[in-house]
């Protein structure tokens, strides 16, 4: 079997891995993309730790257990209404029954008492002929435009079915930041602030019809409680953006602060009854696992690998979803000791040929950086075209995860390189920081650098056919690099950045991001003009594919459409493919059909320009129906 676009669609993806609080049951979500009728199929699966017995619940996601252990909430999505509906089922008969239907669910979490249910839905005004705004940003990314979209959280009582309590809150719900969390017989939650809702919230608690504000002005979220002690996520106040995520305890009295000694940027955290925290720790292209029992440092997950999602039981189970460079996610339990417990994309991978990531350092400038690349099945005394890959953020992160393009495009027989550069994440706040204000200047450098190292590495690969292509700020840096360098002989720009000016004044981020990246006061700053790819558009040589999804409000459409037009109009020979659909993150979120085409446009495209050396690019071969 081969590498194809279509490959993709034979893995199994799993998401939303939960256990139960007494440890006995795990759950989550297979995801499967369908080519034929261009969907993705979610199936809930419950799994016994005790006998392997597995329970299945089709169409569904958000698997959620109740405390007791005896009954799930998941979520299904009426498409003919689109609306979310809240299942109940019964674990022991696996009876089920529609508990209501709601506009948007974003997350369902259980009471203490195994009957009300807290659910994170969003309104809008919905007028039929118009969108109407007074607060910014107008539009976000994946939810499209705002429209005095309100969060509201709605306790549900699972045995009448009935809304028993509303808190409305007068903001919109950033997609993957917690919005609530049940503290006790309590709910504590985050409001972000208008002048920067990532980086300012306020945080309330609730309990009998009364909110009081227990924190105010703060740069950390409330993640998660154990009913005594709650997790928070973030840093007391945040000067930049791009500053790393600790975690704090706070016990109703004072906040105490837990990992910033450990350096490294934090993502997810949890709390076991006893107190402990689970949390992960991005590290030089890796995404460990670990737990914290008074000040004591318990690695549970330290090798090449990331660590997507995890769930801690009150008895210190921990399931997790962890994918390394050659696997994707799989769910393992740790209990003293990791043992996978699935293996859903072990038949497909053994019969693909896959490549492990080769790890080299650098000097580049004043720093030591981490590099990898993927080497191609090649004949000795021949030599194989190269292709760079630039993350996005810029605090993105490569590393020991499983990344689809890569394997698909050395198995076609490019090289794959890729560099973190300054900026990235995974090292010390003061190296994320390092990027701010000279984006393109010294982290380009770094990247062209890692590059030099590995030509002396790979006396195989090619100098004279060399590619680069990347999304979002590797969008960006894609533009910038075709108007800096003449190393690169074909470029392939993803939801970039073109021009920072109507970046800051048109992405859903850019009134805090860019000011932040670029510089303040974007109107009279001569970064905006001097840190734009567009212009120095005059200087690009090599032919550039620019792919953007038009509902992309990160990183808006007029960013490829403007440096299309203008290299068009200098005599470049320059692409523009737009998906109809699709939000910033279109490369894994976008329809299946949308995916293969997006795969065979790049393939197609690198192969005509780096293996073949042809003129023009026929996308009528792409685009067909097979």
Partial sequence: MKWDEKTFAKFSYLSDVRISRDGNQVAYVMTKANLKTDKYDNTVIIES??????????????????????????????????????????????????????????????????????????????????????????????????????????????????????????????????????????IVYNVPKEENPYKLFDIFIYEDDKSEKIFGNVSFRAVDSNGKLLVLHGKPKKDKLSEHDYLYIWDSEEVKPLTEKFIYNNGMAKLDKTGSVYFTMAKEGRINLHKLSGNELIPIVEENAWVMEFDVSDNGK??????????????????????????????????????????????????????????????????APVIVFVHGGPKGMYGYYFKYEMHLLADKGFYIVFVNPRGSNGYD???????????????????MNGIEEFFKLEPQADKERVGITGISYGGFMTNWALTQSDLFKAGISENGISYWLTSYAFSDIGLWFDKEVIGENPLENENYKKLSPLFYAENVKAPILIIHSLEDYRCPLDQSVMFYHVLKDLGKEAYIAIFKKGAHGHSIRGSPRHRAKRYKLIMEFFERKLVEGKEGFNVEEVLKEE
């Fill in 318 to 383: 921990i399931v997790l979803l962890k994918q390394t460079d050659t696997m994707p996610s799989e769910v393992f339990l740790w209990d003293g000791e990791l043992k996978q417990l699935t293996d859903y994309n072990g038949p497909i991978l053994s019969k693909l040929k896959r490549r492990p990531i080769k790890h080299f350092r650098f000097k580049s400038l004043d720093l030591e950086l981490d590099s990898w690349y993927i080497k191609p099945d090649i004949k000795e005394g021949e030599k």
């Fill in 429 to 447: 706040e003061g190296f994320a920081l390092r990027v701010l204000e000279r984006t393109g200047l010294e982290d380009f450098q770094d990247i």
């Fill in 49 to 186: 730790l005790k006998n392997g017995e597995r329970k299945f619940i089709e169409n569904a996601t958000m698997p959620r257990f109740s405390p007791d252990g005896n009954k799930m909430s998941v979520v299904r999505i009426s498409e003919e209404k689109k609306t979310s509906e809240l299942w109940l089922y019964d674990l022991r008969s696996m009876s089920g029954k529609k508990i209501g239907e709601y506009e948007n669910i974003i997350n369902v979490q259980w009471g203490p008492d195994s009957r009300r249910i807290l659910i994170t839905d969003f309104k809008r005004r919905g007028n039929e002929y118009l969108y109407f705004e007074d607060k910014t940003p107008v539009w976000f990314d994946m939810k499209g435009f705002l429209d005095g979209e309100k969060t509201m959280l709605q306790l549900i009582d699972s045995e009448s079915e009935e809304v028993i309590d509303t808190i409305a809150i007068e903001s919109f719900a950033l997609p993957y930041f917690n919005v609530a969390v049940w503290h006790g017989d309590k």
